[in-house]
């Protein structure tokens, strides 16, 4: 059973930056592929990124591409999500989650975080 903690979240201004950490415990992390999702208020939890396990080639969607950076550090358990030219249709809670596919669906990922808000004021 893994668990994750997601932190980092918090308000901002467009056009800045935050870094999104996840804390894993209670497994093996780098057996994972770790994923951050984004959950807009009134829309579904949509896909941001996954890495691989060993950290090679992250995958991006559409809405993170150009602006995120996902990297982890296998020896500290710990995911983190870069993101900068921050825009207010970035709002949203987001979570990192744990799983054993490169799949950019909620349904491929076993293991979730709470959830870090994120605010960004136009």
């Known amino acids: 059973q893994v668990q994750l903690v997601e932190s980092g979240g918090g308000l901002v201004q467009a056009g800045g930056s935050l870094r999104l950490s996840c804390a894993a415990s209670?497994?093996?992390?780098?057996?994972?592929?770790m994923a951050w999702f984004r959950q807009r208020p009134g829309t579904e939890r949509e896909f941001v990124g996954f890495?691989?396990?060993?950290?090679?080639?992250?995958l991006y969607s559409d809405i993170a591409k150009g602006r995120f950076t996902i990297s982890r550090d296998n020896a500290k358990n710990t995911v983190y999500l870069q993101m900068n030219s921050l825009k207010s249709e970035d709002t949203a809670v987001y979570y990192c989650?744990?799983?054993?596919?490169?799949?950019?669906?909620?349904?491929?990922?076993?293991?979730w975080g709470q959830g870090t808000q994120v605010t960004v004021s136009s």
């Open positions: 989650a744990a799983g054993n596919t490169g799949m950019p669906y909620v349904s491929s990922y076993d293991y």
């Open positions: 890495i691989w396990r060993d950290g090679v080639a992250p």
């Open positions: 209670g497994g093996t992390f780098s057996t994972y592929t």
